[in-house]
């Protein structure tokens, strides 16, 4: 099949305020195309009647659909309701809406929480629905492999080009640092950065430390993203990952090193470790012509930047610039 071209084309990123979503409009300013945002004024996309309204109004040709309720293992398993609700809802009002319209072309991003607690690794996209899942993170998951299910059931009942993409553990710019909802790469640099600044003896943190996980710069993500847009027309989702993984300590030991903290790392174990390692098979993806450029440090240094610039904006210019 031909190579799909977003030049000239009105591409719609859902979610563009998010991490995700602001690196994909940072990355489809070099693709000549038109790119289309909807705040949450425009629609609330739980709305099935403001999410299809917006959508015939504005007609994209492609979709990224980076819209989500996302958090870290503490927000999972805390809010499960709205996790599974939240993400069901956007996922099928966004995937039927484009349908409707005639949308070329659709990418939908999911998460490798996907896949069985206990999937063999590297997990390859065949691991899909082989066993029980990560219970801290079940109910995301079950919305996310639904949102697999509908752009593969609109491919083969309505022969609509829907794809969909499996991040690992992304981080970057635009990252959510609050400690309580989280992912665990925000919450370390917050963490040893505030430890620096007081003169800390140490930091804490969230479980045993041994649990294995890959990262992602949340740039490369979105340059792969729109590879796969213009490159896959299949029905299998297709991992995005790195191809390595570190342990939680190992990544602890890093980010202080990075942020030039120099004290120790407690575990506290009352808090959960989730799955011990998911790390996904990068084959698919190397094979469709696409590999990482971004390092695991150099990432945690731009990382690292992007949480001081973000800081200093916030208390200079406040909380609504
Ligand atoms: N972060 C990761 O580590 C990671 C890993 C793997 C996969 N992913 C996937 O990547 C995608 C984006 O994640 P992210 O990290 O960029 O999340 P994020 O920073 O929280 O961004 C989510 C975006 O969705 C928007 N949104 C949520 N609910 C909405 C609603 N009801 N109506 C309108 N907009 C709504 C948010 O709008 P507001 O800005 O207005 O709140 C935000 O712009 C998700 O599908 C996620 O599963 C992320
Ligand atoms: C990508 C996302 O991954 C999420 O799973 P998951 O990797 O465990 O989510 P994280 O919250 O990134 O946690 C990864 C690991 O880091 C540990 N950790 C250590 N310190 C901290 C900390 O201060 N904050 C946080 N948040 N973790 C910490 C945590 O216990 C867990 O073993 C899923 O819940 C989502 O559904 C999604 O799939």
């Not at 066993?131 to 509908?150: C, M, R, S, V």
């Not at 309505?158 to 790469?185: C, K, Q, R």
């Not at 505030?194 to 479980?207: C, Q, R, V």
């Not at 979105?222 to 299998?236: E, G, R």
């Amino acid at each position: 099949m031909a190579a799909y071209s977003l030049a000239g084309k009105r591409v719609w990123v859902a979610g563009h305020r998010g991490m995700v979503g602001s690196a994909l409009v940072r990355r489809l300013a070099r693709e000549g195309c038109e790119v289309l945002t909807a705040s949450r004024a425009d629609a609330d996309l739980k709305n099935q009647a403001q999410t299809s309204a917006w959508v015939e109004r504005n007609r994209p040709d492609a979709v990224f659909l980076a819209a989500a309720k996302v958090g870290g293992i503490m927000a999972n398993d805390t809010y499960p309701a709205d996790f599974l609700y939240d993400n069901l809802m956007i996922e099928a009002n966004i995937i039927e809406a484009s349908f409707r319209v005639g949308v070329e072309k659709l990418l939908f991003l999911g998460s490798s929480c996907i896949y069985p607690k206990f999937a063999p690794q590297p997990i390859v996209e065949d691991a899909l629905l082989t066993g029980p899942l990560e219970p801290t993170n079940e109910w995301y998951a079950i919305a996310k492999i639904a949102g697999i299910k509908l752009a593969q059931a609109y491919r083969k009942q309505h022969g609509a080009d829907f794809i969909s993409a499996m991040p690992t553990n992304l981080y970057g710019p635009g990252d959510n640092f609050d400690l309580n909802s989280s992912h665990v790469m925000p919450a370390l640099i917050r963490k040893a950065h505030e430890a620096k600044l007081a003169g800390a003896a140490s930091i804490t943190i969230w479980g045993t430390g041994t649990p294995r996980r890959e990262f992602l710069h949340v740039d490369d993500c979105a340059d792969a993203c729109v590879h796969l847009m213009k490159v896959y027309s299949d029905t299998v989702h297709v991992n995005v990952g790195s191809g390595e993984d570190v342990t939680i300590r190992e990544l602890a030991e890093l980010v202080c090193k990075v942020v030039g903290f120099s004290g120790d790392i407690v575990c506290d174990t009352s808090k959960p470790d989730g799955t011990p390692r998911k790390l996904m098979s990068a084959d698919k993806l190397r094979g469709l012509g696409w590999k990482p450029s971004i390092a695991l440090e150099a990432g945690i240094r731009d990382a690292y930047t992007a949480f001081l610039n973000a800081n200093y904006a916030e208390r200079v210019l406040g909380p609504a610039h």
